[in-house]
Nanobody
Framework: QLQLVESGGGLVQAGGSLRLSCAASGRSFSLYVMAWFRQAPGKEREFVVAISNSGGNTDYVDSVKGRFTISRDNAKKAVYLQMNSLKPEDTAVYYC?????????????????WGQGTQVTVSS
């Protein structure tokens, strides 16, 4: 099992940056694909980005390509989301998720473990 705890959210002006972190506890972190999802007010939770076990393969939703960067440190059992050029439409609760597999997925149902979320608010 994994326990996931997100941090790094906050309030930022449009055009600004934030770096989210997701710390994992438990065994075999390197066996898990990791992903970030987000849920905006009044909307369904949506996929943002995923990273393979080794970090060599990533998949971004089009709306964040070129602005967001996912990375992971298996030795530290952590995954990060660097968010640049933030827009008001990026405002959401951001969730970290883990899937014990080798292929990143965009489907929420593929992910077995979830964090509690961290709020990101981008003001215009």
């Amino acid at each position: 099992q994994l326990q996931l705890v997100e941090s790094g959210g906050g309030l930022v002006q449009a055009g600004g940056s934030l770096r989210l972190s997701c710390a994992a506890s438990g065994r075999s972190f390197s066996l898990y694909v990791m992903a970030w999802f987000r849920q905006a007010p009044g909307k369904e939770r949506e996929f943002v980005v995923a990273i393979s076990n080794s970090g060599g393969n990533t998949d971004y939703v089009d709306s964040v390509k070129g602005r967001f960067t996912i990375s992971r440190d298996n030795a530290k059992k952590a995954v990060y989301l660097q968010m640049n050029s933030l827009k008001p439409e990026d405002t959401a609760v951001y969730y970290c998720a883990a899937d014990r597999t080798t292929t990143p997925s965009r489907y929420q149902t593929a992910y077995d473990y979830w964090g509690q979320g961290t709020q990101v608010t981008v003001s215009s």
